[in-house]
Nanobody, 124 residues
Framework: QVQLVESGGGLVQPGGSLRLSCAAS????????FAWFRQAPGKEREGVSC????????YYSDVVKGRFTISRDNAKNTVYLQMNSLQPEDRAVYYC?????????????????WGQGTQVTVSS
């Protein structure tokens, strides 16, 4: 049974930082791609970043490139998203996704399992 559990969200001031974690179980963690998506109120879920299995190739959306960093710890079955220089427009529920593919992809259709999400709020 695949289980993804996100943590690390919260309230932060503009310019601040947060680190999200996604603990995975029930998957062969090392070989597969994981992704972070986010969903703001009234908007569709959008891809933020992903990291492939194997060589750890990464992808970032244009709106977060240079501010967010995705990483994975295969020994802990955990994927991280370090978010710096947060802005009010980054406010959303952030979800970890897994889709039994080793290839990098920002297409939501490639991800079939999701965590419960963690709320990120950026406000002064």
């Amino acid at each position: 049974q695949v289980q993804l559990v996100e943590s690390g969200g919260g309230l932060v001031q503009p310019g601040g930082s947060l680190r999200l974690s996604c603990a995975a179980s029930g998957v062969s963690f090392t070989y597969y791609t994981f992704a972070w998506f986010r969903q703001a109120p009234g908007k569709e879920r959008e891809g933020v970043s992903c990291i492939s299995g194997g060589d750890g190739e990464t992808y970032y959306s244009d709106v977060v490139k240079g501010r967010f960093t995705i990483s994975r710890d295969n020994a802990k079955n955990t994927v991280y998203l370090q978010m710096n220089s947060l802005q009010p427009e980054d406010r959303a529920v952030y979800y970890c996704g897994w889709g039994s593919s080793a290839a990098i992809s920002s297409d939501i259709a490639d991800y079939h399992y999701w965590g419960q999400g963690t709320q990120v709020t950026v406000s002064s």
